[in-house]
């Protein structure tokens, strides 16, 4: 088994910040990509960042220059770190990574958090 747990998101002001963070646990020998997604009501979801396993990012037009993925591979943990905060950033935020089990001879998967919700409000 694998578990995604995010934490961090809130409501926000506009050109606020925020920070959220997604921790892997459970039978993980290896991660390789990670990434943050949200879903606005009514949108589909959509990728906001990623970050492979050597550390090379890549954003939504969007986010670029507000938002920065980052993670700790010792912690099996991505964070993103979210500024300069607009209302159309409101939406769920889930992570997901791309996990090889170390319990469970068989090629990666993809896994998904529960989502942390974001509003960008005054």
Same mark, same amino acid.
């Given at each position: 088994?694998?578990?995604?747990?995010?934490?961090? +998101?809130?409501?926000? @002001?506009?050109? &606020?910040?925020? *920070?959220?963070?997604? /921790? !892997?646990?459970? %039978?993980?020998? #290896?991660?390789?990509?990670? +990434?943050?997604?949200? @879903?606005?009501? &009514?949108?589909? *979801?959509?990728?906001? /960042? !990623?970050?492979? %396993?050597?550390? #090379?990012?890549?954003?939504?037009?969007?986010?670029?220059?507000?938002?920065?993925?980052? *993670?700790?591979?010792?912690?099996?943990?991505?964070?993103?770190?979210?500024?300069?905060?607009?209302?159309?950033?409101?939406?769920?935020?889930?992570?997901?990574?791309?996990?090889?089990?170390?319990?469970?001879?068989?090629?990666?998967?993809?896994?998904?958090?529960?989502?942390?919700?974001?509003?960008?409000?005054?």
């Amino acid at each position: 088994q694998v578990q995604l747990v995010e934490s961090g +998101g809130g409501l926000v @002001q506009p050109g &606020g910040s925020l *920070r959220l963070s997604c /921790a !892997a646990s459970g %039978s993980i020998f #290896s991660i390789y990509d990670m +990434g943050w997604y949200r @879903q606005a009501p &009514g949108k589909q *979801r959509e990728l906001v /960042a !990623a970050v492979t %396993s050597g550390g #090379s990012t890549n954003y939504a037009d969007s986010v670029k220059g507000r938002f920065t993925i980052s *993670r700790d591979n010792a912690k099996n943990t991505v964070y993103l770190q979210m500024n300069s905060l607009k209302p159309e950033d409101t939406a769920v935020y889930y992570c997901n990574a791309d996990v090889l089990r170390s319990d469970v001879a068989a090629s990666s998967s993809v896994y998904w958090g529960q989502g942390t919700q974001v509003t960008v409000s005054s």
